[in-house]
């Protein structure tokens, strides 16, 4: 199935309209020769029918009734998917740029240098300390540097 065809049945379904239904179905005398009335479009809509037949009243008043039920597929889910595909739904995402560039990195050369005034160090959180290894981003003792011989002396 290509991208243009789920395009159409989704566009089929999102299109469908009860009363359409109504209208092929009201006095049918046969349930499938009205379905074969129906056209593609509609037929893609249609979810689920059910044909109920039963005898009301006894006796000499007793009459055979049809009952015809159909649902139709939900549109809300091909509204929604057309709507994404057209980009129709645009999702925004809010930016904080009151404070530059220029103010965050002196705040963070701040903070490595132990230069923050203790008032700045309060309102920052606490980072708790993870017992991973890995989270704490410790160097082993390998790749720690190891003085030369020269230096040794």
Known sequence: MTAQEVLVELTNIARANMADFI???????????????????????LGEMTIDEFVDGA???ACK???????????IPALELLGKHHRLYVQRHEHDWSVGL????????????????PAQQENQPEQAISPRPSDRRRRSPRAMRTPSARERR
């Not at 179905?25 to 037929?43: E, I």
């Not at 990195?105 to 903070?111: D, G």
């Open 102 to 117: 220029a103010d965050r990195l002196a705040a963070a050369l701040a903070r490595v240098d132990g230069d923050c005034e």
């Open 23 to 45: 209208r092929v179905f009201y006095n049918c005398g046969d349930p499938g020769a009205a379905v074969d009335r129906l056209t593609s479009a509609q037929t893609a809509a």
């Open 65 to 75: 009734l049809r009952r015809i039920r159909f649902k139709l597929i939900a549109k």
């Open 59 to 61: 006796g000499d008043n």
